[in-house]
DNA sequence: TTACATCCTCTAGCTGCTGTAGATTCAAGC
DNA sequence: GCTTGAATCTACAGCAGCTAGAGGATGTAA
């Protein structure tokens, strides 16, 4: 049996995300100890070990929460769990496409930067004039 | 002189966003009509402008009160200027590493899906397992 | 004048945690 | 058995950057 904090060292989380995530309902409620301290088995674990995975590829919990519940019904056809990734791959790739604009925007406005006054600083133009942009990024965000 | 909610209209800002700003001393306080309601002129309309588009473009709302300082002392070398806009360059990056990475992962977990049952679903055996990823994505997040 | 869109303040909520305070419990060494 | 110090407990507040809603006041056009 696992305390919390050797659960939080073996999958990289902080002691009170599991806590949280616990909180929110994507871990069960653990046993205790006579004195109240909670106490893990492998199950857990393995949960866990999943969700922070999940979370490191960039799931929202909410996806998380779906593709929980789908690993637990292997009669179920994939079909499921393949859409929810599927969906985080366009996500990805969009913020990918975003982001690469703004790179391109920013290394603009940085080499153009002469290294004068700020009343001629091309970075503070750029900003200050949208115009002068080459690209549209017009989303917020990551 | 502009009401907020034409003051949003021209920066595409919803209006709780404005006040939002002003609250937390990003936008000044506005002038108001006798009824109390906020009234603006061209230099908010600019600075709002500046704000909402160092947004587009990632920079934080920290960042942008610093490029706003800079912008108003036009006597500073731009040097500054410039260090905050490679920061956020660099950041951008970064974050586009590893973007990508995570979209490889996710490219290979979607193409080896057969299509079949839950129970041999490769989306929720990488997920399971690390072990099986090509790339380490340790760092979650944008 | 009368609608009714817009505005006001205030508060709470979102995601996904993270940090703190103050009290309790556990485990190892003696 | 006792002490000590690390780990745990609950509860609540806070982060970024907004967004939404309630309940009421104001502005403007017909």
Tied chains: 1, 2.
Excluded: N, W
């Amino acid at each position: 049996m696992l305390s919390i904090g050797t659960l939080a060292k073996k999958t990289g989380t902080k002691v009170q995300t599991i806590r949280y995530y616990e909180q929110i309902g994507l871990l069960p409620e653990p046993g205790r100890t006579e004195g109240g301290q909670r106490r893990y088995g492998d199950a857990e674990l393995d949960r866990l070990s999943f969700v922070r995975h999940a979370r490191q590829l960039g799931f929202s919990l909410d996806s998380i929460r779906e593709l929980l519940d789908l690993s637990e019904r292997p009669d179920k056809p994939c079909a499921e769990a393949d859409a929810i990734a599927r969906r985080q791959l366009r996500q990805v790739e969009q913020r990918l496409a975003r982001l690469e604009a703004l790179r391109m925007e920013l290394e603009r406005m940085v080499h153009e930067c002469s290294g004068g006054q700020t009343s001629d600083c091309r970075v503070l133009d750029v900003l200050r004039d949208h115009s002068e942009c080459l690209t549209e990024h017009e989303e917020i965000g990551a």
